[in-house]
């Protein structure tokens, strides 16, 4: 690929994750009950980590964590938790899981969403342990979000799978 | 693009270190400019996700709403004898002041706002509006949906926002009275859920169910007589030097998406 279009796939990527970042900081905050489950910068990321290149997952990533981070009352450490977790789960895709079968994505998206909600823990009890006041992060019950993610990643790998031949046994490639 | 532990630990490491310097503060002007550019869509976008969460607002109890509704109904009886009542002492009162060329000036003013986020959920109970130092905010400064009830206190500054901690967020403590007695009676304080409890009242204050509870005006910034909410139901043992009753909050919490923020009237 070249350079420009691999520049312009990072712009696109680094779009998503602006819109993904405003949408869960300004829109879905708003929705009542189990709709607040729904959240896109989290499963945007992982997606793009499981499904496409960990560079631009990480444009994404910093990309919706700024925009949340700067909008939100809580302080979340979103951009360097999101950009972990794209790590983090890039590695296990590619050490352990892999990212070519639907439950193999599903997984990946679970596993990613216990690291963000491990590294969050952690960031709350650092700040916490440091002793400024602040307003922690807000989620839905983790059932409720490995369902979300679950399905985000199950849709997310039918469709890619669907319109694009990465998926295809090699001979059909070839034929 | 293939990933080896190396590459990992990099990644890791140079995250650890934009978290130092956010941490320590390095990054707040770059923070700053980002929410000033990001402001004009989080407004637009803000609005429409409330309109989405007012539509997606079912309640899911609706024989609960049913015995709700009863009991406000039954409240609402009760107080709307209170009410001829105190229409009787106001008209009373305008009299007396007018005979005595009162001039009313409570010293303070009000900003409208645009709720831009939130966080509510258990114990935290947090919005982001969209005005912030510049507009003469500081922290402190109480928030009151458009009717005038107390929403809750501005907890921290940017330049162009401010985030409010709402009265049932488990940090929150404002200094109250019950209506009409003019003196620090307790405080209120958040218990999360969207709840709060008016605490450390002396037994020697009276303290009845459907109290109005309000501002007790003690506070540097927050003037008197903002309504909070009413008593539910009161908690008092002998033994104890205080008493506490739960609160019905009146603002709707979940719903405000313009809000006013109380400032002093030179604060401009």
Not at chain 1, 106 to 111: M, R, T
Not at chain 1, 135 to 141: D, L, Q, R, S, W
Not at chain 2, 169 to 189: F, Q
Not at chain 2, 240 to 258: G, H, I, V
């Amino acid at each position: 690929m070249s350079p420009s279009r691999q520049w312009n796939r990072r712009a696109l990527a680094g779009a998503i994750g602006l819109a993904a970042g405003m949408v869960d900081a300004t829109v879905t905050v708003w929705f009542p009950g189990l709709f607040s489950v729904i959240r896109f910068a989290l499963p945007g990321a992982l997606a793009i980590t499981v499904f496409s290149s960990l560079d631009r997952a990480l444009v994404a990533a910093v990309a919706a964590g700024i925009v949340m981070d700067v909008l939100q009352p809580s302080f979340g450490f979103t951009p360097i938790r999101l950009a972990l977790v794209c790590v983090a789960v890039r590695f296990i895709s590619q050490q352990y899981v892999t990212n070519r079968s639907l439950i193999g994505s599903v997984a990946l998206g679970i596993v990613g969403l216990l690291i963000d909600r491990s590294i969050l823990v952690g960031a709350t009890w650092a700040h916490g342990f440091i002793g400024e006041a602040f307003i922690p992060e807000v989620h839905a019950p983790l059932w409720a979000e490995a369902a979300w993610v679950g399905a985000c990643m199950a849709v997310l790998f039918l469709l890619f799978a669907a319109f694009s031949k990465r998926f295809l046994p090699f001979f059909t490639r070839r034929s | 693009m293939s990933i080896k532990p190396r590459t990992v630990l990099l990644i890791a490491g140079g995250l650890a270190g934009l978290l130092l310097l956010m941490l320590a503060g390095v990054i707040r002007p770059v923070r700053e400019r980002v929410r000033f550019v990001l402001l004009p869509v989080a407004r637009v976008t803000a609005s429409m996700g409330a309109g989405i969460g007012r539509a997606l607002h079912i309640d899911p109890g609706a024989e609960a709403a049913q015995e709700t509704v009863r009991e406000l109904e039954a409240r609402l009886r009760s107080i709307s004898v209170d009410y001829v009542r105190l229409r009787a002492l106001e008209e009373e009162n305008r009299s007396l002041r007018a005979q005595a060329q009162f001039i009313a000036d409570t010293g303070f003013r009000t900003l409208g706002a645009r709720v831009i986020s939130r966080a509510i959920r258990y114990e935290t109970a947090a919005i982001v509006i969209d005005r912030g130092a510049r507009d003469g905010i500081e922290v402190g400064h109480p928030v009151v949906t458009d009717d005038g009830i107390l929403l809750g206190k501005v907890f921290s500054l940017g330049e162009r926002t401010a985030t409010v901690v709402l009265v049932s967020d488990e940090r929150s403590r404002v200094a109250a009275s019950v209506s009409g007695t003019n003196r620090l009676s307790g405080v209120v304080e958040g218990q999360g859920n969207g709840t709060a409890r008016f605490t450390l009242v002396p037994q020697s204050e009276p303290l009845a169910q459907d109290d109005v509870v309000v501002t007790a005006g003690t506070e540097d910034r927050v003037p008197a007589n903002l309504v909070i909410g009413w008593v539910n139901n009161v908690e008092s043992r002998p033994t104890d030097p205080f008493k506490s009753a739960a609160l019905e909050l009146l603002a709707a919490m979940d719903r405000a998406d313009l809000v006013s923020v109380i400032l002093p009237a030179g604060n401009r």
